[in-house]
Each structure stands twice: as C-alpha cells, then as structure tokens.
C-alpha cells in the first residue's frame, strides 16, 4: 500500500464544549493515519479503565474526572478515524 492509499483522520471531530456548549475545546487533527488513531484510541482506553479503578477502590473522584475526558478523547479518536475510512 502506497502513502496515498493510507486513509486518514478528516479533521472534523471535536470534543469537551465549552461555555454553553458552543465552542469546542479539541478538535482531532487531521491527517493522522487511521490506524494509529486507533491504536491511540485503544491505549486511551486502557488508562481510562486504570483510572477507573483506581478512583473507585481508592475513593479518588479527580482520577474518574480524568477517565471522563481521556473516554472523550478516545471517542474522538475513534469518530474521527471512522470518518477517514469513508472517504
């Protein structure tokens, strides 16, 4: 497969709005291979599923907060990816 033939993030995904959910505050850059956007996006899950944990057991909410947005962050990812596969 030549370079051209790698699909690619669009650019388009954005995530976390901002005051009164108009404004995004990430957008996924484009131009990222597909298949390292997933592969980002699997590795984010893991550390949400860690963070996860670890808030809970050790009763940390700000370790949740942070599995909360690094999921959003995955999500992203994973939209973005999705949508450079169909063009």
Known sequence: MSTDDIKCTVGK???FQGENQTHPL????????????????SALMGYVRELTVI?????KP????????LSALAKALMDDAELGMMH
Not at 26 to 41: K, L, N, S, Y
Not at 62 to 69: D, F
């Open 55 to 59: 808030g809970v057991m050790d009763e």
């Open 26 to 41: 990430f957008r996924i850059e484009a131009g990222i291979p597909c298949q390292d956007a997933r592969e980002q996006a």
């Open 62 to 69: 700000m370790m949740i907060w942070a599995a909360h947005y």
């Open 13 to 15: 995904t954005t995530f």
